[in-house]
């Protein structure tokens, strides 16, 4: 569903760039309370493995596509600000490196990917947690229904600012009924990979799964091949349940492996948008992006012609930028809660 430069009109672009910059200057604040020792290593992690499962289109009708949009994934592990900023991250790369969504739309695509489906996938989530069983099992249910809402959301959310800004004249009914009709069914694969994802990490190791925090039935911890309860409270968890080094490492390979070799199985169908955009004569007045010379534009490496080689190393190349970028960027916003919070900037009343 990424928004190329034409879609949208500068005017609406402009606004929608602004909501953008505001939700991410939140989301860097409410990241703080978020990001601890056992979000703040696999955040980076999380936007890396979102890049790798976008490149992996799957059919979802005659002749459309549809990609993991990540929204509520990403609020689901490790919370919805940071998730915010997942999946901006992500946006950000595609965009400059990939030439794949417009930049004066980069707003546009923030605003409806990376916003919009995780303060809904989240809302979502969060009541349905709430009305379930405490399990995990609930946990994963729950994942499946806010990810396949999220995506047809975020399809109203760009007819809307269509009908805005739209750069075409277009019925807006016949728009909005393409776009959700196709993104009700990119919406079920959108779920199944954030229920497998989530229910997998549940699995293993449930306290890294920030939406299943607080739940109250104790959950269960695997160390050294057995199941022990998580410690409750501010008690340390067993050393090598803490150790996330595993896991990263695990989730880091699988990014690499999808990325670099399954994507090149992916459907080479356009995807819901541009399906709808091509059927409804919404890209008539489309821009050629200003990136398109990019030596790793439409996710190839320039200069290599085999084209498995080409794509693999450009996921490749793709994951490690963004979990390095990823990383960085809430190191820093976990740097800067440790920060606030030492004695030293803490007064005391005397």
């Not at 057995?226 to 880091?252: F, N, Q, Y």
Request: hydrophobic fraction near 50%; include cysteine; charge should be neutral.
């Amino acid at each position: 569903m990424h928004v190329p430069d034409g879609f949208i009109n500068a005017p609406t672009s402009a606004v929608t760039g602004v909501v953008a910059a505001g939700a991410i200057a939140v989301s860097l604040r409410g990241a703080r309370r978020e990001l601890d020792e056992r979000t703040a290593p696999l955040a980076g992690l999380v936007a890396a493995f979102i890049f790798a499962v976008q490149m992996l289109n799957f059919p979802v009708a005659a002749g459309t596509s549809g990609h993991l949009l990540g929204g509520a994934l990403a609020a689901i592990l490790v919370g919805p600000y940071t998730g915010v900023l997942c999946v901006s991250v992500v946006l950000l790369m595609q965009g400059i490196l990939f030439a794949d969504g417009g930049l004066t739309a980069l707003g546009v695509n923030i605003t409806d990917m990376a916003i919009v489906t995780t303060v809904v996938a989240y809302a979502l989530f969060r009541g349905l947690v709430k009305v379930l069983p405490r399990t995990r099992r609930s946990v994963t249910v729950a994942s499946f229904v806010a990810a396949l809402v999220s995506v047809p959301a975020a399809a109203l959310a760009f007819t809307f600012l269509y009908w805005i800004g739209g750069t075409t004249d277009v019925a807006i009914g016949k728009v909005a009924t393409a776009m959700i009709g196709v993104h009700l069914l990119i919406g079920i694969g959108e779920a199944a990979i954030t229920a497998l994802t989530v229910g997998a990490v549940i699995a293993v190791r449930p306290d890294l799964v920030y939406g299943a925090r607080g739940l109250q039935q104790r959950l269960k911890l695997r160390v050294n091949g057995e199941l022990v309860d998580v410690p409750s409270g501010d008690a340390p968890a067993p050393v090598a349940a803490r150790s996330h080094r595993k896991v990263w490492i695990t989730g880091l390979v699988a990014s690499l492996v999808l990325a670099g070799f399954v994507s090149f199985y992916a459907s080479a169908s356009p995807d819901g948008l541009e399906k709808v955009a091509a059927d409804k004569g919404i890209d008539e007045k489309a821009e050629e992006h200003a990136n398109a010379d990019s030596p790793l534009a439409d996710y190839g490496v320039e200069s290599i012609t085999d084209a498995r080689i080409s794509g693999g190393l450009a996921g490749v190349i793709g994951v490690g930028v963004t979990v390095v970028a990823g990383s960085a960027v809430f190191w820093s916003v976990r740097r800067r809660r440790s920060d606030d919070a030492s004695p030293s900037n803490t007064e005391t009343t005397v």
